[in-house]
């Protein structure tokens, strides 16, 4: 299984922007997927999961109720609508994936995460 971001993109403060990650790849394993960010010299720190089945969603507290995780298993990809964005949201954005660990779990078990894809660049500026 792989995942690939896209989507990324320089927008001003205020404005909206979603990335994806498709996941491609056969498997029989169901998986919890999210984002995470590296913003310039700073460690990656969660931002959002969503468990395999689409009904539960966790959010870092520095994005509730302005970014929105959802998937469409029918096209294999999720997607991370961002609103209300600000300059200290530009960062590089990671989708991850994982069969063993919760979502809910994911803000301290980042190092322990299956799969990860390459990271699309969101910059925003003031």
């Known amino acids: 299984v792989q995942l690939q971001a896209s989507g990324g993109g320089s927008v001003q403060a205020g404005d909206s922007l979603r990335i994806s990650c498709a996941v491609s790849?056969?498997?029989?394993?169901?998986?919890?997927i999210g984002w995470f960010r590296q913003a310039p010299g700073k460690e990656r720190e969660f931002v959002t999961a969503l468990d395999w089945s689409g009904t539960r969603t966790y959010y870092s507290d520095s994005v509730k109720g302005r970014f929105t995780i959802s998937r469409d298993n029918a096209k294999n990809t999720v997607y991370l609508q961002m609103s209300s964005l600000k300059p200290e949201d530009t960062a590089v954005y990671y989708c991850?994936?994982?069969?063993?660990?919760?979502?809910?779990?994911?803000?301290?078990?980042?190092?322990?995460?299956?799969?990860w894809g390459q990271g699309t660049q969101v910059t925003v500026s003031s």
């Open positions: 991850a994936a994982d069969s063993r660990y919760s979502a809910r779990d994911w803000d301290v078990r980042e190092k322990s995460l299956e799969l």
């Open positions: 790849g056969r498997t029989r394993a169901t998986y919890d």
